[in-house]
């Protein structure tokens, strides 16, 4: 067995690619990945629809905009958006930051992505699992094709509200009936073109695990360094 830490902890979300189109066996090898991932019951009820049509990624591109436009003019109306970016200290940079968000724009860049896989979860197969099993297989492809040296990010927002939801499934057309497909995200995949040294800081372990109760921050069972020492 290898050990995977390396490469889930070196991933990150890109957004930016070169135009370099992905090799289909590369494609086939972050389905597969999504295949593998765990699933309530094995039931399996993932689909996938590879998109590399530039027309279906403008119109996916457009889509996006629009969805994270609504979103984000309403984060910014709330002043949540300007508490966001207050360490922007260039008021000029800071502005522009700000309108790259709230039009949306922030959200266009999967019509550069040479490939979108969208993801999408069966209803109709009678589990109640579906969001969390496609959540894992999503996770799956990030990762394989990050370990292959693409860049991939998690889209959401576009999906998020039940109409923009429709019309995505319309543009790929996927049935639209409310308890048939769910759209749970599409993911961004190319050569990377973002040049982001380091991985997006994370909480350490210490904040977020307790040990055998609520609260508890050590273990008993831990080793200590001296019992390691005397074995
Ligand atoms: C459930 C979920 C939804 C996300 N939705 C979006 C999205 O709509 N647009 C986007 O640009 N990134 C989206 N992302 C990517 C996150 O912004 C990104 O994972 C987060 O900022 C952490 O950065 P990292 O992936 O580089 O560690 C989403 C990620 C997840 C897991």
Known sequence: MHDILDV??????????????????????????????????????????????????????????????????????????????????????????????????????CKQAPVIIAVIGDLQVGSVDVPYDLCAAAENILLEAHSLGLGGCWVHGPVAATRDAIKFKEILGIPTGMNEFKVICYIALGWPQEQRKHPRPKYPLEDLVYWERWGNKESIYAESLADKENV
Request: net charge positive; charged share 35%; hydrophobic share 30%.
């Open 8 to 109: 889930i902890t070196s991933r990150k979300s890109i957004r930016r690619y070169k135009w370099d189109p992905i090799p289909t066996e590369m494609i086939q090898k972050v389905l597969e990945a999504a295949r593998w991932a765990p699933t309530g019951e094995n039931y399996q009820p993932w689909r996938f629809i590879v998109i590399q049509d530039q027309e279906t990624r403008n119109k996916i591109g457009d889509l996006s905009k629009l969805g994270s436009g609504k979103r984000m003019t309403a984060w910014y109306c709330m002043g949540h958006m300007q508490k966001r970016f207050e360490k922007i200290e260039d008021k000029k940079k800071r502005q522009e930051v700000l309108r790259f968000m709230y039009s949306g724009e922030v959200s266009e860049f």
